[in-house]
């Protein structure tokens, strides 16, 4: 049983340490997701596995179309279209087909990064840590708080941030990028305008200035 004081881990580490395509492979989500350590990406396979194992079991069952089956199909379904990982339409074969970022991208870090609250993912993991993120009117702090699909309309600044000043030097670089990016897509090439550049410069190193001091100046 173990001694109760003590939690067990809720993820399983890899069965081989030393497989150089898995290790390249995480340490590519790592840098795209911004993650702390490798349990972070392990804790999500784990959770993905047993997504997959149980629409596996109700995929190998004789009749899902009613009874328990069909009870317990559709509950899984329900259960993760909530948690923003399939569609409302979706299958069981669907989720077979999901990812370890599709289950990584519904973290709290990563939906800042997405709705426009941070200028990268690990400057979205400090602006969660640091108090800055709220969801509704609770603030949160654990960046992998996984947000759910009603959440995420709730998801903004807290109150009581600077950084609802829209001249605060992170919201200035946030919409610095988004014009970047708007010119990419019209096929623009900015340095053609430098004006707009030198903007966009002073803007950068303003909110990396402001991570440094702790992403609340």
């Known amino acids: 049983m173990g001694e109760p004081k003590f939690s067990r881990p ?53 009749d899902t179309s009613e009874g ?34 599709d ?37 949160v702090t654990i960046p992998s708080y996984p947000v759910t699909r009603d959440e995420e309309g709730d998801l903004r600044y807290h109150p009581s941030s600077a950084l609802n000043d829209p001249n605060h030097a992170i919201r200035q670089a946030i919409e610095g990028r988004r014009e970047m990016a708007e010119y990419a897509e019209e096929g623009v090439d900015p340095e053609a305008t430098p004006e707009f550049a030198e903007e966009v410069r002073v803007a950068a190193e303003a909110s990396n200035e402001a991570i440094k001091q702790g992403g609340d100046e």
Not at 80 to 101: F, M, P, Q, R
Not at 115 to 127: E, F, N, W, Y
Request: a positive charge; proline letters at 2%; aromatic letters at 6%.
């Open 10 to 62: 809720k993820f399983d580490t890899p069965s081989h340490p030393w497989k150089a395509d898995r290790i390249e492979e995480e340490h590519a989500i790592k840098a795209n997701h911004g993650l702390k350590n490798m349990k972070e990406i392990w804790k999500a396979k784990s959770q993905l596995r047993r997504y997959r194992r149980q629409a596996m079991r109700l995929i190998g069952m004789v």
């Open 68 to 101: 328990h089956g069909k009870r317990e199909m559709e509950d899984l379904l329900h259960s993760l279209y909530n948690k923003g990982l399939i569609e409302n339409n979706a299958e069981l074969g669907d989720i077979l087909s999901l990812g370890t970022e």
């Open 103 to 139: 289950v990584l991208s519904r973290r709290l870090q990563a939906q800042v990064y997405y709705k426009g609250l941070a200028c990268s993912m690990k400057q979205a993991r400090q602006l969660v840590t640091h108090g800055q993120i709220c969801i509704g009117n609770q603030k």
